[in-house]
């Protein structure tokens, strides 16, 4: 998937949780919406880095610097990481998670990547 750009339906989804991530006031809404933004994003490089800027963002707007770190260190891993296919499918990516820690996909992103890899 890597040279190939995100299909418009995962793309859609993308873009709506980001948007969701950037514009919440409630940090947990903000948070849980970058998290979906996040796995939507593994299979592409800079979808995923952009994914981890906007987790950055976040945790300097809460000055967590625990969170802050991490997402620095994944910053320079996601898109390499994406490239080589090399990435744990579902990881919420945040810093509190081990990096190599596959998760469960939720079921409404699973069937958006589903019907995109079946195109």
């Known amino acids: ?24 006031t409630d940090p947990a809404t903000a948070w849980r919406a970058a998290e979906r933004a996040h796995i939507l994003s593994q299979p592409w490089p800079w979808r995923h880095t952009v994914a981890h800027a906007v987790m950055l963002r976040r945790a ?6 625990v969170e ?11 898109g390499p990481g994406s490239a ?17 820690q596959p998760m469960r996909v939720p079921d409404d ?3 958006v990547l589903a019907g995109a890899a079946a195109k």
Request: hydrophobic residues 50%; aromatic residues 4%.
């Open 84 to 100: 080589v296919g090399r990435y744990p499918e579902g990881n919420t990516g945040r810093a509190r998670v081990p990096l190599t």
């Open 1 to 24: 998937m890597i040279f190939q750009p995100m299909p418009e339906p995962v793309r859609a989804a993308f873009d709506a949780e980001l948007h969701a991530a950037r514009t919440a």
């Open 109 to 111: 992103l699973a069937d």
């Open 60 to 65: 300097l707007r809460e000055r967590d610097a």
């Open 68 to 78: 802050a770190v991490g997402q620095v260190v994944r910053l320079a891993l996601a």
